[in-house]
């Protein structure tokens, strides 16, 4: 009887203690299962990476081993080395087809000077932005090598504005030297149209410093309104032709294009497949295009353009590199612009590279990068 009493406790001590460890391992379970993002960012880490780019200077360049550069390339290349990602880059002609490779599931993500859009952001997602900038408009240097802002400038409103103010200034004139003389000078007389027409051919003559002919006014308030006109003529007319030289000056020193304003008048290209189609097709601004930048600066060069458009950045550095002794970049930046990397909707790279990004873009080597490659801001 009495020996059975320990081994009942012994049982039950057991069971206690089974029951107790597979609650412990009931609830230990979720803590350590592994999230599903989390199993896919470990198997992405692990497999070789495909990246696209494309030539885009400064950010991304290829040299003639083969070997890539540019502030994008490097920053993917740390970015790379922090996460421990294997990869291998994969060259693209343009913009689209990095677009559609992403989009596709081709790449597992694109590398180079890609602007954030609501259109891109429809088929792909974009990381953490790395860069904002604007379009840029570069036009020839020393202005325009042709009659064109002078036949803008001479068919534009406010000399049509200026024109008949000097015209409507003849005729009122010329009203009262006839509206005076009428009855006592034969030379504005002979009905209401001659004299009219009289007087102000005579306002018109004087205005002019041509003379006024063998006849004028005889009446004293008619002398007195030639005297007033003869002085109020000579500084209209000085005025006019200040401001008429000054505007064409202005036109043959800066080129037809001082602004976004101007874009409208002038002949425009644009790089095919890039966000700035969008942006001039939005501001109902005509263009052609062209497949590269170069071969729009050298259109641009040749002046068989006024203006190009592009990204800022890259415009700089190709201009600066080929084309700084025939064409320069107007002191305007518009249509802000944000550079980031590109992934499939929903990539489990997107997170911890949006951070490695903004880690690196808030560190002294990313200061010392853009300023190795674009000098200072």
Not at 337 to 351: G, M, T
Request: net charge neutral; with cysteine; proline share 3%.
């Amino acid at each position: 009887m009495l020996t059975g009493v320990p081994e009942r406790a012994t049982m039950h001590m057991s069971a206690m203690i089974a029951a107790l460890t597979g609650a412990l391992t009931l609830f230990a379970a979720p803590c350590c299962a592994q999230t599903p993002q989390a199993a896919d960012a470990a198997a992405t880490s692990q497999r070789e990476l495909v990246v696209g780019t494309k030539e885009a200077a400064p950010f991304a360049m290829k040299a003639a081993d083969g070997s890539w550069s540019g502030i994008s390339i490097d920053l993917w290349r740390r970015i790379a080395d922090d996460l421990h990602l294997h990869y291998r880059l994969a060259e693209e002609a343009d913009v689209q087809a990095l677009i559609d490779g992403v989009a596709a599931g081709r790449f597992d993500m694109a590398v180079a000077a890609l602007t954030v859009t609501a259109e891109r952001e429809k088929v792909l997602d974009f990381t953490q932005v790395f860069y904002v900038t604007g379009l840029g408009i570069a036009v020839p240097v020393g202005g325009e090598a042709s009659w064109q802002p002078i036949i803008h400038t001479l068919t534009s409103f406010g000399f049509a504005q200026a024109i008949l103010a000097l015209i409507g200034l003849a005729l009122g004139v010329g009203l009262l030297i006839w509206f005076f003389e009428r009855r006592h000078n034969a030379d504005f007389g002979g009905g209401t149209a001659k004299g009219i027409s009289s007087g102000v051919w005579w306002t018109a003559m004087t205005m002019t410093q041509r003379g006024a002919g063998s006849f004028g006014p005889r009446t004293l308030p008619g002398r007195v309104v030639a005297v007033l006109w003869m002085i109020g003529s000579i500084v209209t007319i000085a005025v006019f032709t200040a401001g008429i030289t000054s505007a064409l000056t202005i036109k043959h020193l800066q080129g037809a294009v001082r602004g976004i304003s101007d874009l409208s008048a002038v002949r425009v290209g644009a790089v095919a497949g890039t966000a700035t189609e969008n942006t001039l097709s939005r501001m109902q601004i005509r263009y052609r295009t062209f497949a590269n930048p170069q071969d729009g600066l050298n259109a641009l060069r040749a002046r068989r353009l006024d203006a190009l458009v592009y990204d800022k950045p890259l415009l700089a550095w190709l201009v600066r590199q080929n084309f700084a002794s025939s064409i320069e970049l107007i002191d305007a930046t518009f249509e802000p612009q944000e550079y980031a990397f590109a992934v499939p909707i929903n990539s489990p790279l997107r997170k911890s590279v949006g951070v490695a990004i903004l880690e690196a873009i808030h560190s002294e080597w990313w200061e010392a990068t853009t300023f190795r490659y674009l000098g200072a801001r």
